[in-house]
């Protein structure tokens, strides 16, 4: 009884001192969940969701906060929002804005007073310009968000939607023009 | 991976041995269509359109204008960057437009093209042969390469003189006379009628590489091209003509690497790095021309054939001549077709066209317009079997089943564990595929997904760090400030603790210390705005901050030609690119009129959109601005009289307490 | 004037999946005449009413999944699963009992999974070994081959005795199982087992009526000829390039080796390795229900191991398991493993380095 009791201690106490070990040993560090739900958002830091940016909004994510307040990310960002965070996936809250295709900005320089009010409006540095210089944006670093256009007192911001190039064509012939030129007929 | 080293390889080679890709398929070739008769000339298209573009990699700049003359052979664009090789005019003519024009693409999207109407006469710019070329620099024969617009003529276009001016040394030069997919017969003519240049610019590039061998593989579906080749190289002892059996996609450049050397191109590899360098040899005709006639690449063998054409063919055709004239040259017959289609390329790789218009590129090799049942359709899809007849038949030795379940469940990572980007999408799956599952397009599709995917990815990344650096330079300014403040209000409590003890000079001496404070402040203020620009993070956007600073200086150029006459800076004039800044206007007179006008129109848009806010605020708490900002679009042009504007402006405040007018009725109707 | 837009390639081969299908069919003819050569009309109401369960079956399922009917049907799957069940069946078995096991397949075991090219078991077997499991007796009732007959059955006896139970002259189905000498139905595998199990030695069993008139010593009257038969087929089906080489002959190496091993550590109780090759169904499953590609593994080297382990469980079940015959256990054993093996057994892509 007592050999019994004794080896069953010895294989508990062996398998604990084992399971501590891999646990210290083969640790996987997470990523912390505001990290990675900060991942999955568009990163346009237009604030249309009511946050400073989208890291504030992934934050308030993981403290409970609604996960469809996305308009830029739409539908693929709240389903992998909810398929990380476990919560179900809710169409997208419709007073936050509502999904539209991919827009950069674009200031109609000729009409452009310099104000510097849209580069202030900029989270990230995408208009380029100085006080009574024109401005212009940088395509490649616009997120799209919005934010430089309301503050421009002569309104020469348009919001441009990014068209489909060779380069970013996916294979979908539904998105191609349809070519209606004649061929010469013969015979 | 024990290489085959290069005794074996040429021992076997002389032999007549080959190694052998495994997979591969067998179609049938249909290549008597169009090998029977002698390449034609077909005459001159009423309109050439020449895409900028027509190769990997980037674009060249434009040299010419729209209404200018150009000769048969001039450059229509400048290499600028080493993977851009330039464009030529393929006949004398006008320039008739420079602008987007639907191109050869799957996509059928547009691209830059220059349109040239011909004026028939075909002269050419005087040009400048090399027929001694043993006696110049390789690295100045390169370059003529390069500016005579050679890009590989067999498939993908990659520039030519990139690989002929390869710094590594070169065991095998392969020449490319595969010709592997059904129906083209473009290399095959070629090899039959002008072999004696093939072998040219196979001694142009053999001068260029120092090649320890130079091999010519031909497929031994092509007795004719195999026996006239032979022929040309009998008194070459340094050419090995190799025959290998038809298995198609043995042109593949890696498969028709390992049929030969039975080496594999490392993934992420080169040819060269196994010692390979491929031309196909068109590439090689297009060398000897460019050196030796010293004429670029302006035309190219097009197989035009199928079934649904009266004269199926080769035709020499000028690159930018529009699909629908070779149509018209070798006869289209619309009654064979039940659904019109045209394939450019072959059946098993090329894609069909959506537009008749699209030009002839340098990779163009074959116009396939089949009659109604002369190619199978693979039209409906059928549940897959698992069979793996794709499995069987893939010559990367891809699971071809496997990355159709993942491509088609969008499980990309997946997919891309099973070496999806390893594909070479030659269709040999889809092909021998019992369910006529179209599985090459399944993983274009997700290809092109990924690659999309990625793209967002890391321009989310970029957004993301440059946000950070904002927010982290915002917050340190207001930290600068704030002790800033903090100072000067030291100061001055300091200067009013002293007052009681104070001389005339500490007064002095406090004032300075205030104004100084202040000063530091401003600078500190004016510094937000000066870094909004400079204090970007260290991304690689140089290029693109450049370009605008260069924008940004044309104008300034441009405008400091109007300020010779007047102290007032006039407001930038419209252009938005440096090249066609437009002619500034004459006199100070005029630049400060339109100044005036463009400053007014500005207040007066200012103010109408302040007013129309106001005038919206009243009767509802939704701001119009999106109204407002789709109306800006329409704003007259600024160049016209400050009168116009301010009509403009009661126009529009008008129109928009129209609008909220409207509005307001329409809310209380709803009440 | 639009142009028609697709996606390359443009040409296909000839061969789609119902043409695959039917050349199987085809292939089973030898067999499937052979069979009945000596086992009666039965072999040929069983596939009758086996396929037009399975196409019923397979037609209401699809209509209810709201999948196209009449194109699903005409790609001849349900029909192939349904025969290939029907000749693995007893010839007198009971309608009802081969409906059942048509409902199986192709209802639970096919389409409850996805339907065709979704399932993870062959339908066949899966459907077989329910049977088997449900109706022992039933399952194991073989007519004796024709050289044995005690009475000869015609078309309108095997029909009312797999209808009814009986034959017009009144017959049983028991009775109708006899064989001349009065006591055996067994087949030749059965016939060994039970031997066994009686202290008799492997050499003794053979000399049995069992084994008399086969083409080899020890191989079951009859049933060795049904053999060679489906094997022609199997050529053929290898000659066209229905299926591929693998799976086939590393499952008969593989029986062969087994087999051997066993014979020569105990030459009393093991059979030799052409005894198992020709009796029962395995030169049948080796070509018709192993190579099924649905289930089976997808690489070369993938194929080569479900080829060679199905044979290994063949001979450890019939020798040290509780049934005769195996072949339906062990390609259900085997099915079970295809993902793993398809995992291990990858390719190495051209340009990489071996794994």
Excluded at chain 2, 329 to 350: N, R, T
Aim: hydrophobic content about 40%; overall charge neutral.
């Amino acid at each position: 009884m007592s050999v019994a009791l004794i080896t069953v201690g010895l294989l508990a106490l062996g398998f604990g001192l084992l399971l501590g070990y891999a646990s210290i040993r083969f640790k996987v560090e997470s990523d912390p969940l505001v990290d990675q739900i900060d991942e999955i958002l568009p990163q346009t830091q237009c604030g249309q969701c009511g946050y400073p940016g989208c890291r504030p909004y992934a934050e308030a994510i993981a403290n409970g906060d609604e996960i469809n307040k996305c308009p830029p990310g739409g539908e693929a960002t709240i389903k992998k929002l909810a398929d990380l965070t476990g919560k179900e996936a809710k169409s997208l809250d419709a007073s936050h804005g509502e999904e539209d295709v991919k827009k950069v900005a674009y200031i109609r320089e000729d009409e452009c007073i310099g104000c510097t009010k849209c580069i202030q409006a900029c989270p990230v540095d995408a208009i380029l310009g100085a006080a009574k210089q024109m401005h212009t944006v940088l395509t490649n670093e616009c997120t799209g968000c919005d934010l430089c256009v309301d503050p421009c007192p002569v309104d020469c911001i348009d919001m441009v939607p990014v068209t489909t190039t060779t380069a970013s064509w996916r294979w979908d012939f539904k998105q191609t023009p349809k070519g209606d030129i004649p061929v010469k007929m013969v015979s | 991976m024990q290489l085959p080293q290069f005794e074996d390889i040429i021992s076997r080679l002389d032999k007549g041995q080959t190694w052998s890709f495994s997979g591969g398929v067998h179609p049938a070739g249909n290549k008597h269509l169009s090998n029977q008769t002698c390449t034609v000339h077909p005459s001159l298209p009423e309109q050439l359109i020449v895409p900028v573009r027509q190769h990997i990699g980037t674009d060249g700049q434009i040299l010419v204008k729209e209404g200018e003359q150009v000769k048969k052979g001039q450059p229509l664009t400048q290499s600028s960057q080493a993977f851009s090789v330039p464009i030529h005019a393929p006949t004398s003519g006008t320039i008739k437009a420079i602008g987007d024009h639907v191109t050869a693409h799957p996509s059928g999207l547009s691209e830059t093209c220059i349109q040239i109407t011909p004026d028939g006469h075909d002269t050419w710019v005087s040009l400048t042969p090399t027929p001694h070329y043993l006696e110049i620099e390789k690295s100045e024969l390169v370059s003529q390469i390069c500016n005579a617009g050679v890009a590989g003529m067999g498939g993908a276009g990659f520039p030519s003189h990139i690989k002929a001016s390869g710094s590594k040394s070169v065991e095998f030069l392969i020449i490319n006379g595969i010709e592997c997919e059904p129906y083209i017969t473009a290399d095959d003519r070629l090899m039959r009628e002008q072999a004696a240049s093939i072998l040219e610019g196979v001694d142009i590039l053999t001068h260029l590489l120092s090649p320890r061998a130079v091999v010519i593989a031909i497929e031994d579906n092509k007795p004719d091209a195999i026996a006239v080749m032979k022929q040309a190289c009998e008194s070459r002892t340094d050419i090995h003509l190799v025959t290998v059996p038809t298995k198609y996609p043995a042109g593949g450049e890696k498969q028709l690497i390992q049929i030969l050397t039975g080496r594999e191109v490392p993934r992420d590899g080169l040819p060269i790095d196994v010692g390979i360098t491929m031309f196909n040899v068109g590439t090689c005709f297009a060398v000897a021309d460019a050196i030796l006639r010293g004429k670029p690449l302006i035309e190219r063998i097009v197989t035009v054939t199928g079934s649904a054409v009266e004269r199926p063919g080769n035709y020499w055709a000028r690159i930018g001549t529009p699909v629908n004239h070779l149509l018209s040259v070798a006869g289209y017959l619309p009654k064979q077709q039940k659904q019109p289609e045209v394939i450019m390329g072959g059946p098993m790789m090329g894609f069909t066209l959506n537009d008749a218009a699209v030009p002839v590129v340098k990779t163009t090799n074959c116009l396939l317009i089949p009659a109604h049942n002369e190619l199978t359709h693979g039209s409906d899809e059928r549940a897959c079997i698992r069979c793996s007849a794709c499995a069987d038949a893939c010559p990367v030795h891809l699971l071809p089943q496997q990355l159709f379940w993942h491509s088609k469940a969008k499980e990309y990572d997946k997919a891309q564990e099973y070496n999806l980007f390893d594909c070479i999408e030659c269709g040999a799956c889809a092909y021998v595929c019992p369910s006529e599952i179209p599985l090459v397009h399944y993983y274009r599709k997700a290809k092109s997904d990924i690659r999309v995917e990625r793209d967002e990815r890391n321009k989310a990344d970029k957004a993301k760090a440059r946000f950070e650096a904002r927010k982290a330079r915002l917050e340190r300014e207001k930290l600068e400030r704030e002790a800033k403040h903090q100072k000067a209000k030291e100061a001055r409590l300091a200067a009013v603790d002293n007052k009681t003890t104070s001389s005339s000079k500490d007064k002095v001496a406090a004032a300075l210390a205030r104004a100084k404070a202040k000063k530091a402040q401003q600078a500190g203020n004016s510094d937000a705005t000066a870094n909004e620009t400079s204090s970007a993070p260290q991304d690689n956007k140089k290029a693109a901050v450049a370009a605008a600073v260069a924008r940004a200086k044309a104008k300034k150029a441009a405008q400091q030609a109007a300020q010779q006459h007047t102290d007032t800076p006039p407001a930038s004039n419209k252009s938005t690119d440096g090249q066609n800044v437009p002619p500034v206007s004459d006199s100070a007179e005029d630049a400060q009129a339109e100044k005036k006008q463009r400053v007014a129109a500005a207040v007066a848009r200012a103010k109408a959109k302040k007013a129309a806010q106001q005038a919206a605020q009243q009767h509802t708490d939704t701001p119009p601005a999106s109204n407002e900002s789709t109306d800006g679009q329409n704003v007259p042009p600024v160049s016209d009289s400050a009168e116009d504007a301010q009509a403009a402006k009661k126009q529009r405040i008008a129109a928009a307490v129209a609008k909220a007018k409207a509005k307001k009725a329409a809310q209380e109707k709803n009440k | 004037m639009k142009l028609t837009l697709s996606s390359s390639p443009h040409m296909r081969a000839d061969r789609d999946t119902s043409q695959v299908m039917r050349m199987v069919l085809y292939a089973m003819v030898p067999g499937v005449i052979c069979q009945s050569y000596f086992f009666g009309w039965g072999v040929f109401i069983q596939i009758a009413i086996a396929t037009i369960a399975a196409l019923v079956v397979e037609a209401s399922i699809l209509a209810i999944r709201n999948k196209p009917v009449a194109r699903n049907l005409s790609d001849y799957s349900a029909v192939l699963t349904a025969c290939l069940l029907a000749v693995s069946l007893p010839p007198a078995l009971p309608w009802w009992m081969t409906v059942i096991g048509v409902i199986f397949a192709i209802g639970i075991v096919k389409q409850l999974y996805g339907g065709l090219g979704y399932n993870l078991f062959n339908p066949a077997m899966v459907a077989y070994v329910v049977l088997l499991i449900s109706f022992p007796a039933a399952m194991t009732q073989w007519i004796p081959p024709a050289p044995l007959h005690a009475v000869t059955l015609t078309f309108s006896d095997m029909l009312h005795l797999i209808f009814t139970g009986y034959t017009p002259s009144g017959l049983s189905l028991e009775q109708g199982l006899q064989a001349v000498d009065g006591v055996s139905s067994a087949t030749p595998l059965d016939h060994l087992k039970t031997g066994l199990t009686q202290a008799s030695t492997y050499n003794e069993l053979l000399t049995s009526q069992v084994y008399e008139g086969g083409p080899f010593v020890s191989s079951g009257t009859g049933w060795a000829w049904v053999s060679v038969s489906y094997l022609i087929g199997g050529l053929f089906l290898l000659k066209t390039r229905i299926i591929s080489w693998h799976i086939p002959v590393s499952l008969i190496v593989s029986i062969a080796f087994c087999a051997t091993v066993l014979h020569l550590i105990n030459q009393d109780i093991y059979g030799s390795a052409l005894f198992h090759l020709l009796n029962g169904s395995v030169l049948f499953g080796a070509f018709f229900i192993a190579t099924d590609p649905v289930s089976a593994s997808t690489t070369a080297k993938g194929r080569i191991i479900f080829g060679a382990m199905i044979g290994f469980w063949i001979i450890i079940i019939r020798n040290f398991g509780g049934y005769p015959d195996a072949v339906a256990f062990a390609v259900i054993i085997m099915n079970m493993a295809v993902p793993l093996i398809d995992y291990y057994t990858q390719p190495r892509t051209y340009g990489h380095k071996g794994k």
